[in-house]
Structure formats: structure tokens, C-alpha cells
């Protein structure tokens, strides 16, 4: 006899830990430091406040990791605790709004990975805003039934008013394998957050990120789904929410992003429904067409993108500046758009020189929702856009020092996978990055060709100048004029050729 049984979540994510990152003992180092520092960010930025991050990392024998992340950022309720640590699939932000955290799964991940490997609980000390005791809890997981189990709590006063909170975890892993890789993912992290203050100690790892700006980009609202990406299972939950009387048209215009009482009936109408009728009377073959309908009319506005945090170009090219010391940089912010509903904006930037590594081709940095993606680069779309860019056409010619900065936001990035790190392919997506690369690349050659002349100015003055003693000389001896006011004529003569042909003289880089 065949037996059958139900596979908790948590039994789920144990058995296939992979599939979230958790594929090795290096990358799980990196996996949790991630999950951690996600979450210490988004309980900052999220809420208005500006991240302090701190990462410690500290090996201890049988090659146990310690990894310890502390912020002062919202904090979380004691009530909460055991429930956002311990449960997969918990997790506040199951709303329509950018975070770094989607899944309630991360931290999770993480705990469950301790477990299995050291079977050690997790360490959690937080306290919420204007609080008056700060709790500490163990937490460990009931990997069958899916709920936390809380082996420790403690209540402190909380005196100093401190708000934020530490988390810490022991996992077996591989720490010098993983090493490069947490520093390069704290780098970017940066990088994409220059008004953080972050700042990771470990066994070779010392990075000290001190905030460049104070101007953190505006804190997203809560939005609502758009219509055009309803499915049944959405329209069924929603109209069994929906009041009694409710016609179509009022809960048209209460549950969806953007719909107003005059677009919802000329989609009544366009759809064939009456704008007037109970919507709680739908049958369910009714509720199917409407679904099909909603995704398929067009004239539903686009998506608001007030659920969407963009960097913004001055704070996503200081950034990089930054980061990568470059000669040149410039960045720019997309247009919201959307796909199947969900509103995105896309930002590029484009950065040349200076300290950027010499390489064959464009060095990418891609970022999603301000995460580093730092894995499966060549499956992601901007990947894919930047090797059709014939680099040329803006006078860059590789080996070269060039980097390419994708900043994909949305309320739905399309990822390849629970572990967050390759975009899918889709195509509006695709569009709004290639023309974000190409106005950026843009700039790059206008300033590439700016350096051009200037190094065409430069070899022309010193070959000139090589033969003004000479030709002063010359005709100081032929005319009997003096040597000196020759030479100093034939010099502002050069002056006035270089400056003709549009460069500064003796300026620039
Ligand atoms: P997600 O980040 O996708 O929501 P996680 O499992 O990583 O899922 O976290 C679950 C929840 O725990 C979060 O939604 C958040 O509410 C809470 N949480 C986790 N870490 C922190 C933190 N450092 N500060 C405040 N809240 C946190
Ligand atoms: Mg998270």
C-alpha cells in the first residue's frame, strides 16, 4: 500500500534548500549573510529610517561559522518573534510594495540551515520603536508542523531607548570559499544604498561603508493590485471580502490600482457586464470571464509606481562613484512602466576610467528591489542586453574599463527562483533596459569623444611645441626681432589653434 502524506512548508524548504541558495557550503555562508542584511536594511528603509548595518562574522571549531547582524532599525514585536523567525511563509510583506524581502521565506532559510547543520537555534534581541523592554528569544523550528519553537525569552529593560534588532545564527560552512563573495556582495550593497552606513568584520573581511548621503529615496506605499493582473483565485478572494450590496462597478473602483467610477463602466460595458449588478452574485463561470476581461482590456491606466522606491539618478551615480572610483559616471531613472500589472521602473548607470578593472567586456552590476545580484549572471536579462550592445557605436573599444549598473524595481520582480538572483526576460522589462544602457552609453560617448579631441589637442601641442625654440630662433635671426617675444607669440598662437577646435586649453583630466 501506497502511503500518503502532507509535506509541511518548512519540510518542503528543508528537503530542497537549493532551490533557495542553500546548495553548498559556501553559498549557504553567503545565502544567510544575505537573507540577514535584506532584512536589516528593508526594517530601515522601509520605514523612513537611514540603515546602520553591522555584520560580524567569527569562526569557531569543526568549522562552524557565526554570523551576527545587527540594525537600528523598526524592530519586531515579541509577538511576532517566534512567528518571523520560526515559520516558513511568515513574513510582513505580503504587500503590494517594494521590499527586499518578498517570500517570508529568507531568514527562515537560514534558521532551518542551522538546524540541519549545527542544530543550533537562532538568537534574536529586538526592540520596536519608543519601547520600553527589549526581548531576546531562541528560536528554533518544527520542521514537521511548520511552527517556531521557543526555546529561550527574555524581557530587559530597555533604558537607552534603543530600537533595532541582532540576529544571530551558527551554521556549519565554508567561510574562505565564501569570503570573496561577501565582500563583493556588501560592496554592491553599498553601492546601491550610499546612504547606509554598513560595516562587516570577519576573518579577512574589514569594509567600512560610511553613508554618503543622508537623502534616502521615498519610503513606498501600500498599493492594490492592478486589474490587468487579476486571476480568478484574486477576483474569487476578493469578491467573497466584498460587501453585500456591492455593484461591479463599486468594487471595481474600491479593489483595484487606479480604476475610477468612469473607467469602470466603460470596461462594464466594453466586457459586457452590468456596471449595476451585485458582484456577490457572480457565478463562478462569470467570475472566469471577468477575470479574462480585466487582463485583457486596455484601458486601465498603467500601475501607479508610488509602491515603488527608485534610487534616483543623483543617488545611484554617487554610488558608484563611490564604490568604483570611476573618471566618468552618469545614470538615469526610467519611466515607471509595467507588465502584466505590476508597475516597474528600471536604472542604469553607465561608468568609464578611474578605478574600474580593465576587462574584455562591460563589467554588469545587476540589482533587483536594491538587492546585489551576484550569481547566474549570464541568464539575466540584463546580461542579454548587454552583449547585444554593439559597444562601438559609443566609441568604446575593450579591453576597456567600463561598467554597466542595472537597478531593476518592482512590487513583482520577475526572478528566476526563490534565491533572487537572475531577472527573467521579460520583455517590457527588456525594453526599458536597453534604452536606459543606451542613454547612458550615450553620455558615455559624448564624453569619450570630448576626451578624444582633447587627446588629439594634447599630441598636437606637444609636437608643435617641440619646434617653437627652433623657429624662434630662426626668425629672431632672420628678421632681428627679439627670441623671447617670438616665442611667446608662437605659443599663444598654439593656444589660440587648440581652443579653435573646441577644447579647453591645458584643462580637463
Ligand atoms: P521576508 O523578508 O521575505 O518577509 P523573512 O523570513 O526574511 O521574510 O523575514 C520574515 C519577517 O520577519 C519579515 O517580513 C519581517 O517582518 C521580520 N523581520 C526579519 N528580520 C527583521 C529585522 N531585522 N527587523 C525587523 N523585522 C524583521
Ligand atoms: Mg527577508
Redesign the pocket.
Same mark, same amino acid.
Given at each position: 500500500m501506497e502511503r500518503f502524506r502532507q509535506l509541511s512548508p518548512s519540510e518542503f524548504f528543508y528537503r530542497n534548500r537549493e532551490i533557495a541558495g542553500f546548495s553548498n557550503p559556501a553559498r549557504a555562508v553567503y545565502q544567510t549573510i544575505r537573507?540577514l542584511v535584506?532584512?536589516?536594511l528593508?526594517?530601515a528603509e522601509t520605514h523612513g529610517l537611514l540603515p546602520e548595518v553591522r555584520l560580524n562574522v567569527e569562526l569557531e571549531a569543526d568549522g562552524k561559522v557565526r554570523i551576527r547582524v545587527e540594525?537600528e532599525?523598526?524592530?519586531?514585536s515579541p509577538l511576532e518573534m517566534p512567528n518571523?523567525f520560526g515559520r516558513v511563509l511568515? *513574513?510582513? #510583506?505580503y504587500v503590494l510594495r517594494q521590499s527586499r524581502?518578498?517570500?517570508?521565506? *529568507?531568514? #527562515?532559510m537560514a534558521v532551518l540551515y542551522a538546524q540541519l547543520t549545527t542544530g543550533q537555534p537562532v538568537k534574536v534581541r529586538s526592540s520596536v520603536r519608543r519601547a520600553s523592554f527589549v526581548y531576546e528569544a531562541e528560536i528554533a523550528i518544527d520542521v514537521e508542523r511548520n511552527l517556531p519553537i521557543v526555546k529561550r525569552l527574555e524581557v530587559e529593560r530597555n533604558e537607552s531607548r534603543w530600537h533595532g534588532?541582532v540576529?544571530e545564527l551558527v551554521i556549519r560552512g565554508d567561510w574562505s570559499q565564501a569570503r570573496g563573495r561577501v565582500e563583493e556582495y556588501i560592496k554592491r550593497t553599498a553601492m546601491i544604498a550610499p546612504y547606509a552606513n554598513i560595516f562587516a568584520y570577519g576573518p579577512q573581511l574589514l569594509l567600512e561603508f560610511n553613508r554618503s548621503s543622508t537623502k534616502l529615496p521615498p519610503t513606498p506605499a501600500v498599493g492594490k493590485p492592478h486589474p490587468r493582473g487579476v486571476d480568478v483565485e484574486l477576483l474569487r478572494k476578493l469578491i467573497e471580502e466584498a460587501n453585500k450590496n456591492s455593484t461591479l462597478e463599486e468594487f471595481l473602483t474600491e479593489n483595484f490600482d487606479g480604476v475610477g467610477p468612469i473607467t469602470a463602466r466603460k470596461f462594464c460595458e466594453w466586457a459586457g457586464f452590468d456596471a449595476n449588478k451585485k458582484v456577490r452574485s457572480l457565478t463562478i463561470d462569470e467570475i472566469e470571464t471577468l477575470a479574462v476581461k480585466m487582463q485583457a482590456f486596455e484601458g486601465w491606466r498603467r500601475p501607479k509606481p508610488s509602491t515603488l522606491s527608485p534610487l534616483g539618478e543623483e543617488l545611484l551615480a554617487k554610488g558608484v562613484k563611490e564604490v568604483l572610483k570611476p573618471d566618468f559616471v552618469t545614470a538615469v531613472s526610467r519611466p515607471p512602466s509595467s507588465y502584466a500589472g505590476h508597475p516597474f521602473i528600471v536604472e542604469v548607470a553607465v561608468a568609464y576610467g578611474g578605478g574600474i578593472p580593465l576587462s574584455e567586456e562591460p563589467l554588469l552590476y545587476r540589482f533587483a528591489n536594491r538587492i546585489p545580484l551576484l550569481y547566474d549572471e549570464g541568464v539575466d536579462v540584463s546580461m542579454k542586453v548587454v552583449k547585444r550592445i554593439d559597444w562601438s557605436v559609443y566609441k568604446v573599444k575593450f579591453p576597456s574599463q567600463l561598467a554597466v549598473v542595472t537597478h531593476v524595481c518592482s512590487t513583482k520582480v520577475p526572478f528566476k527562483g526563490v534565491g533572487k538572483e537572475a531577472v527573467a526576460d521579460v520583455p517590457e522589462l527588456e525594453s526599458e533596459i536597453e534604452a536606459g544602457i543606451r542613454e547612458c552609453s550615450r553620455r558615455l560617448r559624448s564624453y569619450l569623444s570630448r576626451m578624444e579631441k582633447l587627446m588629439e589637442a594634447r599630441k598636437w601641442e606637444i609636437t608643435v611645441s617641440k619646434y617653437v625654440d627652433e623657429v624662434a630662433s630662426s626668425l629672431s635671426y632672420v628678421s632681428g626681432e627679439d627670441k623671447e617675444l617670438l616665442r611667446s607669440k608662437l605659443l599663444e598662437f598654439i593656444k589660440a589653434k587648440i581652443s579653435e577646435r573646441g577644447v579647453p586649453y591645458a584643462k580637463g583630466r
Amino acid at each position: 500500500m501506497e502511503r500518503f502524506r502532507q509535506l509541511s512548508p518548512s519540510e518542503f524548504f528543508y528537503r530542497n534548500r537549493e532551490i533557495a541558495g542553500f546548495s553548498n557550503p559556501a553559498r549557504a555562508v553567503y545565502q544567510t549573510i544575505r537573507e540577514l542584511v535584506e532584512n536589516a536594511l528593508d526594517a530601515a528603509e522601509t520605514h523612513g529610517l537611514l540603515p546602520e548595518v553591522r555584520l560580524n562574522v567569527e569562526l569557531e571549531a569543526d568549522g562552524k561559522v557565526r554570523i551576527r547582524v545587527e540594525d537600528e532599525g523598526v524592530g519586531i514585536s515579541p509577538l511576532e518573534m517566534p512567528n518571523a523567525f520560526g515559520r516558513v511563509l511568515y *513574513g510582513s #510583506k505580503y504587500v503590494l510594495r517594494q521590499s527586499r524581502g518578498v517570500f517570508g521565506l *529568507g531568514v #527562515k532559510m537560514a534558521v532551518l540551515y542551522a538546524q540541519l547543520t549545527t542544530g543550533q537555534p537562532v538568537k534574536v534581541r529586538s526592540s520596536v520603536r519608543r519601547a520600553s523592554f527589549v526581548y531576546e528569544a531562541e528560536i528554533a523550528i518544527d520542521v514537521e508542523r511548520n511552527l517556531p519553537i521557543v526555546k529561550r525569552l527574555e524581557v530587559e529593560r530597555n533604558e537607552s531607548r534603543w530600537h533595532g534588532t541582532v540576529v544571530e545564527l551558527v551554521i556549519r560552512g565554508d567561510w574562505s570559499q565564501a569570503r570573496g563573495r561577501v565582500e563583493e556582495y556588501i560592496k554592491r550593497t553599498a553601492m546601491i544604498a550610499p546612504y547606509a552606513n554598513i560595516f562587516a568584520y570577519g576573518p579577512q573581511l574589514l569594509l567600512e561603508f560610511n553613508r554618503s548621503s543622508t537623502k534616502l529615496p521615498p519610503t513606498p506605499a501600500v498599493g492594490k493590485p492592478h486589474p490587468r493582473g487579476v486571476d480568478v483565485e484574486l477576483l474569487r478572494k476578493l469578491i467573497e471580502e466584498a460587501n453585500k450590496n456591492s455593484t461591479l462597478e463599486e468594487f471595481l473602483t474600491e479593489n483595484f490600482d487606479g480604476v475610477g467610477p468612469i473607467t469602470a463602466r466603460k470596461f462594464c460595458e466594453w466586457a459586457g457586464f452590468d456596471a449595476n449588478k451585485k458582484v456577490r452574485s457572480l457565478t463562478i463561470d462569470e467570475i472566469e470571464t471577468l477575470a479574462v476581461k480585466m487582463q485583457a482590456f486596455e484601458g486601465w491606466r498603467r500601475p501607479k509606481p508610488s509602491t515603488l522606491s527608485p534610487l534616483g539618478e543623483e543617488l545611484l551615480a554617487k554610488g558608484v562613484k563611490e564604490v568604483l572610483k570611476p573618471d566618468f559616471v552618469t545614470a538615469v531613472s526610467r519611466p515607471p512602466s509595467s507588465y502584466a500589472g505590476h508597475p516597474f521602473i528600471v536604472e542604469v548607470a553607465v561608468a568609464y576610467g578611474g578605478g574600474i578593472p580593465l576587462s574584455e567586456e562591460p563589467l554588469l552590476y545587476r540589482f533587483a528591489n536594491r538587492i546585489p545580484l551576484l550569481y547566474d549572471e549570464g541568464v539575466d536579462v540584463s546580461m542579454k542586453v548587454v552583449k547585444r550592445i554593439d559597444w562601438s557605436v559609443y566609441k568604446v573599444k575593450f579591453p576597456s574599463q567600463l561598467a554597466v549598473v542595472t537597478h531593476v524595481c518592482s512590487t513583482k520582480v520577475p526572478f528566476k527562483g526563490v534565491g533572487k538572483e537572475a531577472v527573467a526576460d521579460v520583455p517590457e522589462l527588456e525594453s526599458e533596459i536597453e534604452a536606459g544602457i543606451r542613454e547612458c552609453s550615450r553620455r558615455l560617448r559624448s564624453y569619450l569623444s570630448r576626451m578624444e579631441k582633447l587627446m588629439e589637442a594634447r599630441k598636437w601641442e606637444i609636437t608643435v611645441s617641440k619646434y617653437v625654440d627652433e623657429v624662434a630662433s630662426s626668425l629672431s635671426y632672420v628678421s632681428g626681432e627679439d627670441k623671447e617675444l617670438l616665442r611667446s607669440k608662437l605659443l599663444e598662437f598654439i593656444k589660440a589653434k587648440i581652443s579653435e577646435r573646441g577644447v579647453p586649453y591645458a584643462k580637463g583630466r
